[in-house]
Each structure stands twice: as C-alpha cells, then as structure tokens.
C-alpha cells in the first residue's frame, strides 16, 4: 500500500512520506501516553478522596504510574525507529539489575517507606499526639508532640530541649521497633497539687 501511495504521489512529495509515516505512529503513541496518564491520575486521585485516603500515599501511586507509562512509551518509539528489540531488552534488564542493587543497598529506605504506609493504615499514632519512644519500659528516650508525618520520618517537637522549636526526626521504622508510650491529642495536664495544710509556710 505504501509503494502504491508513493507512486501516485508527485516527486517533492515522496520525499517527505517516509518522514510522514514514521512521525504519525510516533505521534500518536505519545497522545495515546499523554492520555492515559491524565486518565490514570484523575482515577487515583478520584479513588483518593472517595476512600479518604491520605496525601503520602496517592503522590507516591500518580508518580509511580507516570513513569511507567512515559517509559512504556519510550520503548515504543524506539522500536518504531528501528532500535532492536535484544538491544532494548539487554538495557532492561542491566537497568533492572542496577536498580535491585540500589534497593538492597537502600533496604533501610524501603523499610521506611512500608512503615509509612502502616502507620498511615494502621494508625499507631497521629498529628498532635504526644509521644515517648521507650528502650525498654522504664528506660526514657525521645519525647515530644508530633508535628509532621512524611514517607521517611516522624518528627517530633523535643519537650526535653531547653529551648521551643527544637525537631526530632524519627525514622518510621524505629516506631515498631521501640515500645511508645502516646498521649492522644497532646500531653495531659497534670492536676495541682493540693497545699499541704501541714507545712507551716502554707498557713497564712
């Protein structure tokens, strides 16, 4: 069918029809690209506010199936330009490879991360409480009210520094490894103590 269109065709034009039929596939497999990602983006963050589910976990999801669509289609237009299908599979997985080493070696992060998400689902603790993470149950150690809760740290405001605004950053795996003791809300006040009608200074 090819053959036949450039036959018909004038010469000045026959030189730009094989310009014209590579660059249309590579068009649309960008829009195609471009709107599946828009689809994809409007579902999660629709799927989002009907579950109530929280920030840290929908930014992480869009930008997750993103690039993955961009680098499906990646693939896509290099096959179209005739880049081979060994070359683009050895470079897949020497990528994959080198990423799996950098996931070990990040194995800390990871852990950081699925802690998040238990903290975001299970909710160990939230934005206002008063925390005191503990070594062993009478053994004291970070305290303070949690202000911030990201992918990799909690951070507390420290109630043992000697000045306000000092932060602690938590690591969200150290929250299951340690035994916490939480105050909803922030940290209860304590009731005055009644003067002791027995101290002769108390007596007027």
């Known amino acids: 069918m090819h053959s036949s269109i450039s036959t018909r065709l004038p010469d000045w034009a026959q030189e ?4 014209i039929m590579l660059l249309g596939p590579i ?3 960008v829009f195609v690209a471009w709107l599946l990602q828009r689809t994809i983006r409007s579902v999660i963050l629709k799927a989002g506010e009907l579950y109530d589910l929280p920030r840290h976990l929908i930014r992480p999801a869009v930008l997750f199936m993103r690039w993955a669509i961009y680098l499906s289609a990646a693939l896509l237009i290099l096959g179209r330009l005739g880049v081979s299908g060994t070359v683009l599979w050895t470079a897949f997985t020497g990528f994959a490879a080198v990423a799996a080493v950098a996931f070990f070696a990040a ?3 990871l852990s950081n991360l699925f802690c998040a998400i238990l903290i975001f689902t299970a909710r160990p603790l939230r934005l206002g409480d008063h ?3 503990l070594d062993s149950a009478d053994k004291p150690g970070a305290r303070g009210e ?3 809760i990201n992918l990799l740290y909690v951070t507390l405001e420290d109630a043992t520094a ?3 605004g000092v932060l602690l950053q938590i690591p969200n795996a150290l929250v ?3 035994v916490i003791r939480r105050w909803k809300g922030g940290l209860p006040r304590l009731p005055v103590r009644e003067q002791d009608t027995a101290d ?3 007596v007027e």
């Open 16 to 19: 730009w029809l094989g310009s």
């Open 27 to 29: 068009l649309l497999i």
């Open 107 to 109: 194995w800390s992060v």
């Open 131 to 133: 925390i005191e993470l």
């Open 146 to 148: 949690v202000v911030d």
């Open 162 to 164: 000697s000045q306000p």
């Open 176 to 178: 299951f490894q340690k």
């Open 200 to 202: 002769p200074a108390s």
